[in-house]
């Protein structure tokens, strides 16, 4: 199973990105069936987690940090993932990366251990 994170950039705060994950290989071609999440990582700080859409029925779920600002959807049709990101601040510059798993339990949705999958990460830098 393989990831790929695009989309990241450099923009100003209040600006919008938006962030796709791309899943392919393995058992990948029933994306349907896994739990994608997004984190991200600033300079020396630990990965936190961003965002969440389970599998089939496709719950989210978002850190406090950015909730009413970001949205997390899923096309499974086209193995993708997005993470939209609207009104930018500088403290949301980090790498962003997303994961994937298939057994992932609900009181794992929001750690890193929850995921065995993982993408090569996308920087997205917000300036003042």
């Known amino acids: 199973v393989q990831l790929q994170a695009f989309g990241g950039g450099l923009v100003q705060a209040g600006d919008s990105l938006r962030l796709s994950c791309i899943g392919s290989?393995?058992?990948?071609?029933?994306?349907?069936?896994?739990?994608v999440g997004w984190f991200r990582q600033a300079p020396g700080k630990e990965r936190e987690f961003v965002a969440a859409i389970r599998r089939s029925q496709g719950s989210t779920y978002y850190a406090d940090s950015v909730k009413g600002r970001f949205t997390i959807s899923r096309d499974n049709a086209k193995n993708t993932v997005y993470l939209q990101m609207n009104s930018l601040k500088p403290e949301d510059t980090a790498v962003y990366y997303c994961?994937?798993?298939?057994?992932?339990?609900?009181?794992?949705?929001?750690?890193?251990?929850?995921?065995?999958?993982w993408g090569q990460g996308t920087l997205v830098t917000v300036s003042s």
């Open positions: 290989g393995g058992t990948f071609s029933s994306f349907s069936r896994y739990n």
């Open positions: 994961a994937a798993d298939m057994q992932t339990i609900l009181s794992a949705i929001r750690d890193i251990r929850g995921y065995h999958n």
